[in-house]
Nanobody, 119 residues
Framework: QVQLVESGGGLVQAGGSLRLSCAAS????????MAWFRQAAGKEREFVAA???YYANFMKGRFTISRDNAKNTVYLQMNSLKPEDTAVYYC?????????????????WGRGTQVTVSS
């Protein structure tokens, strides 16, 4: 069982940056595929990025996912934020080593952290 806790969300102006963190419990963190998803109000959950270098097309180099296995933490650095990036951002972990953008393939989820980008 893995527990995931996101942090780092908040309110930022367009063009600004945020770094999200996701702390994971468990002794086998390094074996999990980690990912970030987001869900805007009234929309479906969408894929953002997965470790280590798999990104959704919409990001166009603005976001970077990284992980520190020694700290059991995965990060999402978000730059050049836009109002359309406003959403709840979720961290997810999969026991499978296959990197995927499909939410159904992830076994564990955090509760999310709100990111709001003002224009």
């Amino acid at each position: 069982q893995v527990q995931l806790v996101e942090s780092g969300g908040g309110l930022v102006q367009a063009g600004g940056s945020l770094r999200l963190s996701c702390a994971a419990s468990g002794r086998t963190f390094s074996t999990y595929t980690m990912a970030w998803f987001r869900q805007a109000a009234g929309k479906e959950r969408e894929f953002v990025a997965a470790s280590n270098t798999y990104y959704a097309n919409f990001m166009k180099g603005r976001f970077t996912i990284s992980r520190d296995n020694a700290k059991n933490t995965v990060y999402l650095q978000m730059n050049s934020l836009k109002p359309e990036d406003t959403a709840v951002y979720y961290c997810a972990a999969a026991e499978s080593p296959v990197v995927t953008s499909r939410p159904s393939r992830y076994d564990y989820w955090g509760r999310g952290t709100q990111v709001t980008v003002s224009s």
